[in-house]
């Protein structure tokens, strides 16, 4: 007796594929005997738009990559153009940029964290927690430079606009506040008997394979391999904190989402020892458009979810001749077909929930 | 001719009392589920219609019956028009031998307990039907994982059932709650026991989370209702919550002491003890996440059957004993 | 600006004498039912998503207006909220979705990119310029890159009164 | 069968636990802002519509080059009288717009400025497109909900 | 750690596989470039991370460039490839990286470089009825619009 597998289409449209990414699943009952994702359902080509951007006139497109990280995108094309025309930042500038990168690291957690938790059904509680906390940090970017998602805010040599008065009053009552509500989360989420059943030992990664499919970021570091850009190739004076790196056990959905609770915790560390910091300065940078560089340039910075990767080539117009962005989420979706190979249905949801995907930055 | 009819006169209005009491509760229900959840979330809820957002639920279900009646293409016909029908009529016949009040009964069966478990099981059929007939693939996980459920959940359903029915002697809803006048049987320690396992698998009747593994939302996009739209759709929401109100109902009468309570009105005591469980179960569904389908089944056999046959073993000796 | 909408069973009830009374008290309810609960369908593309959940959560309670029901699957909603980029490779589904959607059904196109293209309009090869370049008429756009969560509830409340103003097609 | 009976009691523990944080939960006060009825107080830096104070602006045509989207279009002449450059074209392109503030920036003259407003909310795509920057009342068709009377 | 000791002990091994070294990159030539990558990977250099595979189209040929990363010596070895217009193909690398696999089939879809040996070199990002590759220089399609230039 020949059976027929079901094959189900995890479509574009979809509550639990983080955007628009489309499984094609073949199942054989509820097992999944083979997964092949179909991306590019938000390919919005934004690197042939940048062939025809000035280097000032890009920063508003690096918002809408990963646009649960805007500021990590704004920091990364930053540092690449610096690094390329030879530019310093002045200090403050460079303390503005960690708080607010930490900033929104803490937010894009916040949001990864709680839509892991409604993918195992948890439905809607976890998630409006979260973004009540994000509300405030959004509300804190509003107060920095106008908008709440995406910013604009760094300028190649330092950023557009100084931190207001009370801002900075504003960051540590947030610190306080999030300190006590992650302790609630870990009541919530984290020591509930049903969410580790769920997710432990579900989609194991071990090192091996996250280092040959290119995977980094707290996927990596999940799978046991202490790996963070910030310690091991410090940029922005990110050697003058003192933080430490969370490493997961063996790689499976539990700990891919702990290290990233866990790091939540170390981004406030780091904040405020940068607000206690905070250099005197001006950290305004104008917009210059006269950037004319030649050559070719590679900078990596540590993104939420990830290396995020500027590869640069300048032949002395004012428009970069290629512009090559290496999104860390699409070398960490690459890995879910071999994942989620023999699991169910609700566990391949859950694998998908803990890698942690942007379709923005994964369709460019 | 007319003694004949005239007898029916008094079923038929009791059965349009029960009918008017379940469109309402039902109703009720829907907008008190949305504000406990944006309590808990620590939102406002519907406010916008009426104080409160009390006629949200009648701006639903006018909207739902204007909505436009879509039948998927290639869907089983018959199956997929009866469906919602199977699912609610169930819920609806249950409320016989509900005891709401010592006289607010519509008629006291003296096998009312063995009724109402019996006629709650048939709406599996319904939602089986559903994820067959509407010939989409993620109805049918959905039907077929609620098959597995609400049979593997009966079991211990039963068992905790029988646990009360030893300890009162008879079958009848207000025999059972006339045994209760000495002392609720929810204060014995057998039968709290008994209590806590009618709670877990009756939330695993109404799949309602952590059990709501058939309409998984973040898995299998809306499980067996997927494809019905408008005043079906709307069925099987009313039907969902009707079965809520039973199973908190027969809970409240069984463990709770159904009507009684220190002063007159005695409907008031049950409809008190019935919402108060209700809230709990909607507590429960904002806070935890959903078990997985080899995990439910697993707790439910592995776990839940054999404790409570350990349960009825207990209590059978403790009634031999004490005489 | 009245979209006339068939009210069911409006030709009978119009024969009985005060027929048009009952019909024009009676649709005045049903534009109230219509606009208090609408279902919109959980749809995010791209950033205007994100704004999107940050008005269905606390701060801002998209339930206040009846519409916190995020429906996963179109048969069951009313509006379909377009937030994000609409891709070439994306079109056809998006058409599909809004046919599979029953019959009293509005489109708010979010963002820019739904309304034009907006960031992405020139040189880019992928994006298609609009919702409407898709073939869905849209009821309420609501303009931002990405809109406030206020912007979209004040798109919300204008799509009530403009489902308020509907005048029933008597046919 | 000891150790089996212990994990069930300690999950039990961790539900008990993760409903009392819900609990908690109900009693705090909710954060909800109940938009129409009180609005937000816009931040000084909010990045709205475009907005353009036309007698202090030269034409300098350094907006529309620094623009990303080409969302304004702008040409101006040699006032003969009064010897400067003065617009007599400026139109902004609302649904071309990115809202990312470089305009605002590079203005010399600061004539150019994004204002407060956010609601905007409308029926007809012509609502949106060519706005013409140099008449006064040009975001009027943009209404908005009233607020609640704040009983003082 | 420098590009010229990477180079040198490419030398060392394959002498005729360099075209050019410079500060920032080494030139390979096509047709020996898998076993030298091999090499990296496994000798004791240990490139074990296939960082990023992108190609630059240079109006007459397309210059596939691959990042590697080793976390030994925690250093960023770039390497180019020049492809003429005429055969664009060169030798997949999924049997080394399997993080090549994605990477590759997104330069063939921007770029019409075919990587022999690659599984199922289809599409990534843009739909599968699509003939051109856009990020080509030459590249026209209807409904494109140029940003006027103001």
Redesign the interface.
């Given at each position: 007796m020949d059976y027929e597998e079901?094959i189900?289409n995890m479509?574009?449209?979809?509550?639990?594929t983080h955007?628009?990414l489309y499984l094609e699943l073949k199942l054989d009952g509820?097992i999944v005997v083979d997964c092949r994702p179909n991306?590019?359902?938000?390919?919005?080509?934004i690197?042939?738009?940048a062939?025809?951007?000035t280097f000032?006139?890009?920063?508003?497109?690096t918002?809408?990559l990963d646009?649960?990280a805007s500021m990590n995108n704004n920091l990364g094309f930053c540092l690449t153009m610096e690094k390329l025309l030879q530019i310093e930042a002045p200090a403050r500038a460079q303390y503005l940029r960690v708080i607010m990168a930490e900033l929104n690291r803490v937010a894009s957690h916040l949001?990864a964290v709680s839509t892991f938790?409604?993918?195992?059904?948890?439905?809607?509680?976890p998630?409006?927690?979260a973004?009540?906390d994000?509300?405030k940090i959004?509300q804190i970017f509003?107060?920095?430079?106008?908008?709440?998602?995406?910013y604009?805010y760094m300028r190649i040599g330092g950023v557009?606009?100084d931190i207001?008065v009370g801002v900075d009053q504003l960051i540590r009552d947030f610190i306080i506040y999030e300190r006590q509500m992650m302790a609630?989360y870990d009541?919530?989420?984290t020591?509930?008997?049903?969410?580790r059943?769920?997710s432990k030992m579900i989609g194991v990664l071990s090192k091996e394979?996250a280092?040959?499919?290119?995977v980094t970021g707290p996927n990596l570091r999940a799978s046991g391999f202490k790996?963070d850009l910030r310690k091991?190739?410090p940029y922005l004076m990110y050697d003058q904190f003192d933080f430490n790196v969370p490493v997961g056990k063996n790689g499976d959905s539990w700990d891919r989402y702990n290290v990233r609770m866990l790091e939540i915790m170390e981004s406030l560390k780091i904040i405020e020892q940068a607000l206690n910091g905070l250099p005197e300065g001006d950290p305004v940078a104008k917009?210059n458009?006269a950037y004319r560089p030649t050559?070719?340039?590679?900078v990596?910075t540590e993104n939420p979810r990830g290396?995020l990767?500027f590869?640069v080539?300048g032949d002395g117009n004012p428009f970069p001749?290629?512009l090559?962005i290496?999104a860390p989420s699409?070398?960490n979706l690459?890995v879910l077909t071999s994942l989620i190979r023999g699991l169910?249905?609700?566990?391949a949801?859950c694998v998908l929930g803990s890698l942690d995907v942007v379709?923005?930055e994964i369709?460019? | 001719m007319i003694g004949f009819v005239t007898s029916y006169i008094p079923l038929l209005l009791k059965g349009l009392a029960v009918l008017g009491f379940i469109a309402l509760s039902a109703m009720f229900l829907i907008w008190l589920e949305r504000k406990i959840s944006a309590k808990i979330q620590n939102r406002l809820g519907p406010m916008m219609t009426g104080p409160h957002g009390a006629f949200q639920s009648v701006a639903d279900t006018v909207k739902l019956l204007l909505k436009e009646n879509i039948m998927p293409t290639g869907a089983d016909t018959t199956i997929w028009w009866l469906a919602p029908f199977f699912v609610t009529v169930p819920a609806v016949v249950a409320f016989l031998c509900m005891p709401f009040g010592s006289h607010f009964i519509v008629h006291d069966l003296n096998v009312g307990i063995l009724f109402i478990c019996s006629i709650t099981s048939i709406s599996v059929i319904g939602v089986f039907m559903a994820g067959w007939g509407s010939n989409n693939k993620y109805s049918l996980l959905g039907g077929m994982r609620s098959a597995a459920q609400i049979v593997s959940y009966e079991v211990p359903l039963l068992l905790s059932v029988l646990v009360v029915i030893m300890e009162s002697g008879t079958l009848s809803m207000q025999g059972i709650v006339r045994a209760q006048e000495l002392g609720w049987f929810f204060l014995k320690p057998n039968v709290f026991i008994a209590f806590v396992i009618y709670l877990i698998s009756a939330t695993a009747e109404t799949n309602r989370v952590p059990f709501d593994i058939p309409e998984a939302e973040s898995e299998l996009v809306a499980g067996y209702h997927t494809e019905y739209s408008g005043m079906k759709f709307a069925m099987f929401f009313v039907a969902e919550y009707t079965n809520l109100f039973i199973v908190s109902a027969v809970a409240a009468t069984l463990f709770l002491g159904g009507w009684l309570g220190p002063f007159r009105p005695s409907m008031f005591w049950f409809l008190l003890k019935a919402y108060t469980i209700i809230a709990f179960l909607m507590w429960i569904r904002w806070t935890l996440p959903r078990v997985r389908m080899d995990q439910m089944m697993g707790f439910a056999w592995k776990f839940l059957v054999p404790v409570s046959l350990v349960n009825v073993l207990v209590t059978g000796w403790l009634l031999v004993v004490k005489g | 600006m009245a979209v006339n909408e068939r009210i069911p069973g409006s030709e009978y009830l119009e024969k009985f004498p005060g027929g048009e009374v009952i019909l024009a008290k009676s649709q005045d309810v049903f534009n109230w039912a219509k606009g208090a609960s609408l279902w919109p369908l959980t749809f995010g593309l791209a950033c205007c998503a994100i704004e999107m959940m940050t008005t269905g959560a606390s701060h801002f309670d998209i339930d206040r207006f009846g519409s916190g029901v995020f429906r996963a699957s179109p048969r069951q909603c009313d509006v379909m909220i377009i937030a994000g980029t609409i891709c070439v490779k994306m079109q056809d589904s998006i058409k599909r979705l809004y046919d599979q959607m029953p019959e009293p059904k509005y489109v708010i196109a979010m963002g820019n990119c739904a309304i034009s293209g907006g960031i992405f309009y020139h040189d880019s090869y992928s994006v298609v310029k609009g919702a409407e370049a898709v073939g869905i008429p849209v009821d309420v756009y609501v303009a931002g890159c990405p809109p406030r969560p206020e912007n979209l509830l004040n798109g919300i409340i204008k799509l009530q009164e403009k489902i308020r103003s509907t005048k029933a097609r008597v046919t | 069968m000891l150790k089996e009976i212990y994990q069930i009691l300690i999950g039990f523990l961790s539900i008990l636990k993760g409903l009392g944080v819900t609990w908690k939960n109900i009693f705090r006060k909710p954060v909800t802002m109940e938009y129409p009825l009180d609005k937000p107080v816009m931040t000084a830096k909010h990045r709205g519509l475009v907005d353009l104070i036309p007698d202090k602006c030269i034409a300098c045509l350094q907006c529309s080059k620094i623009c990303p989207t080409a969302a304004l279009v702008v040409s101006g002449i040699m006032n003969p009288e009064t010897k400067k450059r003065a617009p007599d074209k400026f139109v902004y392109n609302t649904e071309l717009c990115c809202f990312c503030g470089l305009c605002e920036e590079i203005c010399p003259t600061s004539a150019l400025f994004m204002n407060k407003c956010y609601e905007i909310a409308c029926y007809q795509h012509a609502d949106l497109t060519p706005i013409d920057l140099l008449r006064s009342n040009k975001y009027q068709h943009l209404t908005s909900p009233r607020t609640r009377e704040r009983k003082k | 750690m420098e590009t010229a000791i990477v180079s040198k002990s490419i030398q060392e091994r394959f002498p005729d596989a360099i075209v050019e070294t410079k500060p920032e990159w080494i030139c390979l030539k096509k047709e020996i470039f898998t076993p030298v990558l091999q090499f990296l990977k496994t000798g004791h250099l240990a490139f074990i991370n296939l960082h990023c595979i992108t190609a630059v189209d240079r109006q007459g040929s397309v210059e596939v460039v691959y990042h590697l990363y080793s976390f030994e010596h925690k250093w960023m070895l770039t390497i180019k490839v020049i492809l003429l217009d005429s055969d664009l193909t060169i030798d997949s690398l999924t049997s080394l990286w399997s993080a090549a696999n994605w990477l590759e089939r997104e330069v063939f879809d921007l770029f019409g470089v075919k990587f022999t040996g690659h599984p199922d070199l289809r599409r990534i990002l843009n739909p599968d009825t699509w003939s051109e590759h856009p990020l080509r220089k030459d590249f026209k399609r209807d409904g494109f619009i140029p940003r006027p230039v103001r």
């Open positions: 079901l189900i479509g574009p449209q979809h509550p639990s955007g628009v509820e991306i590019g359902y938000l390919h919005r080509s690197e042939k738009i062939e025809n951007r000032v006139q890009f920063m508003p497109f918002d809408r646009y649960l949001f938790a409604q993918d195992l059904g948890a439905y809607a509680t998630l409006f927690y973004l009540r994000r509300e959004v509003d107060q920095i430079c106008g908008q709440r998602l995406t604009n557009s606009a207001p609630e009541d919530l989420l020591n509930n008997v049903i969410f059943a769920r394979s280092i040959d499919h290119g790996w091991d190739e917009i458009k050559g070719e340039i590679y990596r290396e990767g590869y080539v001749y290629r090559k290496r699409f070398s690459s169910n249905i609700s566990d949801v379709m923005g369709d460019r | - | - | - | -």
